[in-house]
């Protein structure tokens, strides 16, 4: 759902551009508090682990960007990722998260325009993370506390964050495309190939979600406070024991084993089954075909990148320039993802610490 340059006019690109960068500076401000573990009871020595685990989710969500799967005649989806990426570390570190994916795949793969970035973080980043996490923490919180509650709520907040996006590229659309089309056809079309694009999303997220929560359930932000209940062997049974007032801890993992375990996850999609993704165009692509909302789609300004296309220049074999491509790809999204990150957590920790040190925050 990459908007290329020329899709929107310059003057509501521009709006765009400003409310992604008002989205992205409140955003944040919010990471500062969710990358924060040491205000979590039982954060412990674990509290050092928020910043790769945020990078990890962004390299995840661009190696199965990668993964085109059919929906339709002729159609593709890919994921979002903001949903998946606001129930694993938080909505403010999830609107960075897909925003730093966005970022690096308009200037080193030539997907999604430069001048159209703001417009992408809109739709793609702001719109899915907001919408999903509203519907998930309000799912979350009528449904029991369990892990399948988790992941249903998952399911369903990752389905209608998709055709949510839909309809705000629609939206901005009606209000500054480049073509004259009906917006009724377009929206229709948009919202309902999406819908069925947003099924593949929610199975990718709540099959990664339940995932992640099945190993390691204090690493999953929306999972947090679930009670794992215990078992008590009475007379040769198996009962459930009465319940507890303090959640009981998952069984100890090391969160460099399931960093090391994501990491090889995304290399592996990224790198090798990436080739076997759909080569249809994608939903937005399709409906702009269709409608002629591709009439004035401009060049890429980087479409001469040596990975313009997610393939590495001058390597003839397909399959081997395309994993290359998504395997560098993984390896600077969770570079600059973790950079970013603890760049974002180190400010709250050095602001902590001069609160602490001030005439204000010394104790007699």
């Known amino acids: 759902m990459h908007a290329p340059d020329g899709f929107i006019d310059v003057p509501v690109s521009a709006a765009a551009g400003v409310l992604a960068a008002g989205a992205i500076a409140v955003s944040l401000r919010g990471a500062r508090r969710e990358l924060d573990d040491t205000a979590r009871p039982g954060a412990g020595a674990g509290a050092e682990r928020t910043a790769p685990l945020a990078g990890l989710v962004a390299a995840f969500i661009f190696a199965v960007q990668m993964l085109n799967f059919p929906v339709a005649a002729g159609t593709s989806g890919h994921l979002l990722g903001g949903a998946l990426a606001a129930i694993l570390v938080g909505p403010y570190t999830g609107v960075l998260c897909v925003s730093v994916v966005l970022l690096l795949q308009s200037v080193l793969f030539a997907d ?74 377009v929206a229709t079309a948009m919202v309902g ?90 939903g937005l692509e399709k409906v702009a075909a269709d409608h002629g909302i591709d009439k004035q789609a401009e060049e890429h300004a980087v479409a001469d990148s040596p990975l313009a296309d997610y393939g590495v220049k001058d390597v003839d074999d397909a399959r081997l320039s395309g994993g290359l491509a998504g395997v560098i790809g993984v390896g600077v999204t969770v570079v600059a993802g973790t950079g970013v990150f603890w760049a974002v957590r180190r400010r709250r920790t050095t602001n902590k610490q001069a609160e602490a040190t001030s005439p204000a925050g010394t104790s007699v």
Do not use: C
Request: hydrophobic residues 50%; aromatic residues 6%; without cysteine.
């Open 112 to 185: 999604g325009g430069l001048t159209a970035l703001g417009v992408n973080i809109t739709t793609m980043a702001l719109t899915t993370t907001v919408v999903a996490y509203a519907l998930f923490r309000g799912l979350v919180k009528v449904l029991p506390r369990s892990r399948r509650s988790v992941t249903a709520a998952s399911f369903v907040a990752a389905l209608v964050s998709v055709p949510a996006s839909a309809v705000v590229f629609t939206l901005l659309y009606a209000v500054g495309g480049t073509t004259d089309v009906s917006i009724g056809k």
């Open 193 to 282: 190939v999406h819908v069925l694009i947003g099924l593949g999303e929610a199975a990718i997220t709540a099959l990664t979600v339940g995932a992640v929560i099945a190993v390691r359930p204090d690493l999953v932000h929306g999972a947090r406070g679930l009670r794992q209940k215990l078992k008590l062997r009475v007379n040769g049974e198996l009962v459930d024991a009465p319940e507890t007032a303090e959640p009981v801890p998952a069984p100890a993992r090391s969160p460099r084993r399931v960093w090391i375990a994501g990491l090889v996850t995304s290399l592996v999609l990224a790198g090798f089954v990436s080739f076997y993704a759909s080569a249809n165009p994608d």
